[in-house]
């Protein structure tokens, strides 16, 4: 007659090594992530006594790590551990080595798994304890240690090797291709003007502006475009967003009042990159304003730039010329839609 257990008491990672099993056993039906509930058979046990396997399946076997083995189990709900077959593990090419009161197991592909003691004349096995093989990997390849080190240069890489400054570097003999990465990401920058073409030495005295757009993307408001104004002395920046550059000179007269109210002084005003219908606007509203405005530009091709060195701000011109540009050509539909602008 079948016993009621619990089997919150059957721990599901321990089994006990079984030479006269035939197959690994377990009465927990909830260790199995696949079952054959249409199998049925017969266990013969020590006594001439016969216990129903009702079904069959898979058990994986969880270690620190996570679920890493899976075992063809049979469901006996009237046995009381957990059966691990000693002739299955040796079909499936398993190594069970038995000395000094111990057993040790190895992965069929040759890896330590665990040691066992013997208890009570038993062996039990934990699966939590199983040591877990990570493979090494030799490789003496420049670029690769080149991504390792943060992309460190060749020769350096070279060198470190050659002195045996860093522990277990293989020896690098020769340099590795062109870093694609490196191409993109480093600069070589040239030293900054220590001179500036003007110097401001009151508020006010000289503020710089530009106008950009359209962006590709619109702001929450639905504006593309924006103007900034910024203050030679103080760096004082305003930024205003626009729907259209023609909002430009309606911009400005409000920063002037907001400025000049603020500082409770007068501005000059100073601006390139304006397109033409726009500075038409804006001189006329300087001779109305009766106030000077300072202009320096010069012409490049067919663009207007700024001659004038504007302290802690460089021209797409200025950067060009301190840096090395690696240009990659689109190759998505995609790619073009975002940069079209």
């Known amino acids: 007659m ?4 619990n089997l919150k008491t059957i721990d599901a990672n321990l089994w006990l090594l079984n030479s006269g099993a035939s197959n690994h056993m377990t009465p927990n039906v909830k260790l199995f992530v696949e079952i054959d509930d249409q199998y049925c058979s017969k266990v013969e046990i020590g006594n001439d006594v016969y ?3 009702t079904r069959k399946g898979l058990v994986p076997i969880q270690t620190s790590s996570g679920a890493r083995y899976e075992f063809e189990v049979l469901f006996v709900l009237e046995i009381t551990k957990n059966l691990l077959s000693v002739g299955q593990m040796l079909k499936h090419n398993y190594v069970l080595l038995l000395k000094d009161m111990s057993c040790t197991i190895y992965a069929p592909n040759g890896d330590y798994m665990m040691n066992i003691s013997m208890k009570q004349n038993c062996f039990p096995v934990n699966w939590k304890y199983a040591c877990l093989q990570a493979t090494k990997v030799h490789s003496n390849l420049t670029s690769l240690w080149h991504k390792r080190f943060g ?13 045996g400054l860093v522990d277990k570097l293989p020896k690098l003999s020769e340099c590795g291709p062109i870093c694609q990465t490196c ?9 900054y003007p220590t001179t500036s073409f003007s110097k401001s ?14 962006l590709s993307e619109e702001s929450l408001n639905g504006s593309r475009h924006f103007v900034t104004f910024i203050d030679d002395l103080t760096r004082f920046c305003w930024i205003f967003f626009m729907k259209q550059k023609l909002e430009t000179l309606s911009w400005f007269q409000k920063c002037k009042a907001r ?3 603020k ?42 730039v700024d001659e004038a060195l504007v302290r802690g701000v460089r021209s797409i011109q200025n950067i060009y010329e301190r840096c090395h540009m690696a240009i990659t050509e689109l190759n998505s539909y995609e790619d073009t839609a975002v940069h079209e602008h």
Not at 183 to 191: F, M, R, S
């Open 183 to 191: 191409q993109l990401g480093k600069i070589a920058q040239k030293p």
């Open 2 to 5: 079948a016993q009621t257990r």
């Open 201 to 214: 030495k009151d508020k006010l005295n000289l503020i710089h502006s530009d106008v950009g757009g359209p």
């Open 263 to 304: 500082f409770g002084m007068k501005i000059k005003n100073r601006s390139w990159n304006w397109e033409q219908s726009q500075a038409t606007d804006l001189n006329e509203f300087i001779d109305v304003s009766n106030y000077q405005h300072t202009d320096s530009q010069i012409l490049v091709g067919d663009e207007i």
């Open 51 to 53: 216990l129903q396997a």
């Open 259 to 261: 400025a000049e109210l």
């Open 151 to 163: 992309h460190c240069n060749y020769n350096s890489l070279i060198q470190l090797s050659n002195s």
